[in-house]
């Protein structure tokens, strides 16, 4: 089977750095996404790792490692609005489309 | 306009009750899913559909059905609602082989009495 770990919570204090981890067991998938939600609202995309490495997108930046079964969000300069549920998500090759999530990091931007 | 669409935003209804759950996209999307939400957990997959005529159960299908009317209209209905079906339900849409991004609904926040 699939599953995907994360921590429940992490708290930051707002201008600062926070990586947020997600490691996997799963026999095989196509790529590791990161999707955010604000409380009461939608999840909403944010990166995508086909490949081992690091992609960034403005303040955000995602890392996966294929061989470590591990990946994780990086904010920068965070800020108060920042403060979200973050998910990660596979697509595992038996899936034909469907993403497997974890349960989700609640981060939590302090002044 | 919002490209997925999701009626009605919030329900309250009593077990035993049937409720119908209704998406739409404008995207153009093949892909349409159906999740659940529980309280401070992660997004679990009711249902999904490939096209028209493909639906699959999900991980959670038992209490569930579905029916896509056409491309852009994806439906959920409980038949006979009961408590713990409470939850936040949302729809979500894919397109393109080259992409596993899902795009999500605003949710559908059901409480079943």
């Known amino acids: 089977g699939q599953s995907l770990e994360q921590p429940s919570e992490v708290t930051a204090v707002e201008g600062a750095i926070v990586q947020i981890n997600c490691t996997y067991q799963t026999s095989g998938f196509y790529g590791l996404s990161w999707y955010q939600q604000h409380d009461g609202g939608a999840p909403t995309f944010l990166s995508y790792?086909?490949?081992?490495g690091l992609e960034e997108t403005g303040r955000f930046s995602s890392f996966l490692s294929r061989s470590d079964s591990y990946g994780y969000l990086l904010l920068q300069e965070l800020q108060m609005k920042d403060s979200a549920s973050y998910f990660c998500?596979?697509?595992?090759?038996?899936?034909?489309?469907?993403?497997?999530f974890g349960s989700g990091t609640r981060l939590l931007v302090r002044p | 306009d919002a490209d997925v669409t999701q009626t009605p935003r919030n329900r309250i209804t009593k077990t035993g009750k049937r409720i119908m759950l209704e998406c739409s996209q404008t995207k153009g999307h093949d892909r349409m899913y159906w999740y659940r939400q529980d309280p401070g957990l992660g997004l679990q997959l009711i249902y999904y559909?490939?096209?028209?005529?493909?639906?699959n159960k999900g991980e959670i299908s038992d209490g569930y059905s579905v029916s896509r009317q056409a491309q852009a209209k994806f439906s959920l209905s409980l038949e006979s609602a009961i408590p713990n079906q409470t939850a936040l339900y949302f729809c979500?849409?894919?397109?393109?082989?080259?992409?596993?991004?899902?795009?999500f609904g605003p949710g559908t926040r059901l409480t079943v009495l």
């Open positions: 998500a596979v697509r595992p090759m038996d899936s034909s489309y469907k993403l497997i």
């Open positions: 559909s490939f096209d028209v005529k493909d639906i």
């Open positions: 790792n086909a490949l081992d």
């Open positions: 979500a849409t894919a397109g393109g082989r080259a992409t596993d991004t899902q795009y």
